[in-house]
């Protein structure tokens, strides 16, 4: 059985012109090695993380690149398709068990995937965190625009820079309006509460 898989895959390789140098290789072998490659991968992301081209962390973002430098060599025969095609489900299965591991162990997740840094608190800049993630105070102003419709930071009760990336900020919660209307003269006073 072993020996007719591995012939099936010596057959699969020279159809695909995997004997030819990549210079020498038809534009047809090139279209189906991409194609194969291309479902290859897709298979790849869905059975791996979603958070592939997501909302990523630096981890994510890494095992990405990876699988597309790793993918890529089968296509130009840089690299045996089969091997290529192994290391690639290696590399989709390793980022998979150290997720696992990450949600697991509380120790591990900060590791690999970082840790938020405060940048707001109450109202209040931490130059500590937005020198520590190169935020500068206008790249802070455009996030809280973007992120709670806010354009001084004293109107926000926290913001972080989360692990992915992105700047995440909770308003503070703002002191309802009382506004007091006189009816008429000997009439009592409404009052009226705007939120």
């Given at each position: 059985m072993f020996q007719e898989l591995q012939q099936w895959a010596v057959q699969i390789e020279r159809f695909l012109e995997y004997n030819r140098d990549v210079g020498d290789v038809g534009?047809?072998?090139?279209?189906?090695?991409?194609?194969?490659?291309?479902?290859?991968?897709?298979?790849?992301?869905?059975?791996?993380?979603?958070?592939?081209?997501a909302q990523a962390s630096a981890f994510d973002v890494i095992i990405g690149i990876m699988?597309?430098?790793?993918?890529?060599?089968?296509?130009?025969?840089?690299?045996?398709?089969?091997?290529?095609?192994?290391?690639?489900?290696?590399?989709?299965?390793?980022?998979?068990s150290l997720n696992?591991?990450?949600?697991?162990l509380d120790w591990l997740g900060p590791l690999l995937k970082g840790n938020p840094v405060l940048l707001i608190?109450?109202?209040e800049l931490h130059q500590d965190g937005l020198r520590k993630s190169g935020i500068s105070e206008g790249d802070l102003e455009q996030a809280l625009r973007l992120q709670a419709q806010?354009?001084?930071?004293?109107?926000?009760?926290?913001?972080?820079?989360?692990?992915?990336?992105?700047?995440s900020a909770i308003p503070k919660e703002s002191e309802p309006r009382v506004l007091e209307v006189k009816v008429e003269d000997g009439?009592?006073?409404?009052?009226i509460r705007l939120e």
């Open positions: 534009g047809f072998a090139m279209a189906l090695r991409t194609l194969l490659i291309y479902a290859f991968s897709l298979f790849l992301v869905r059975i791996g993380n979603k958070r592939f081209l699988l597309g430098s790793v993918m890529s060599r089968a296509i130009n025969s840089s690299a045996p398709l089969f091997p290529t095609l192994g290391a690639g489900l290696v590399l989709v299965g390793l980022h998979w696992r591991l990450s949600y697991h608190r109450n109202g806010e354009t001084d930071p004293s109107g926000i009760k926290l913001a972080y820079l989360e692990r992915n990336g992105s700047v009439v009592q006073t409404v009052r």
